[in-house]
Structures are given as C-alpha cells and as structure tokens.
C-alpha cells in the first residue's frame, strides 16, 4: 500500500546518501530495504547523511533499528 511505497522511497534515499560514503556491504542494504518504519528510515537517513563511513553507519544503525 502507501506506507510500504513511501518506506521503500524512504530506503533508497538512506541508499544514496549511504553510496556517497562506500561501498554498502550487501547486508547493510538489505536490512535497510526489509526495514518497514518510516521513522527508524529517517533516523538512518538523518545518520547516513550525518556519518563519515559506512563502517560508521554500521555501528549506529543497530542502535536505532
């Protein structure tokens, strides 16, 4: 429906912002598109544009998701 198309927008804009950092292992990306909640996509995307490294992403990501 409406949510799951604006979580997947959601997702591949985290993506995006993700790809400019490196290389997204493909773990990372698919627990980013099996993620459902708009807000913890938001929080990823706030991280993702906010974090240095993917690596750094990693570490964070879990503590929001």
């Not at 950092?21 to 773990?27: H, Q, R």
């Not at 690596?55 to 503590?63: D, S």
């Amino acid at each position: 429906g409406k949510a799951e198309g604006k979580a997947e927008g959601k997702a591949e804009d985290v993506l995006v912002f993700l790809g400019r950092k490196g290389e997204v292992p493909s773990d990372v990306e698919c627990a980013i598109r099996a993620q459902t909640d708009t807000e913890v996509l938001t929080e990823w995307l706030l991280l993702a544009a906010s974090v240095k490294t993917v690596g750094e992403f990693q570490e964070q990501m879990g503590r929001l998701g």
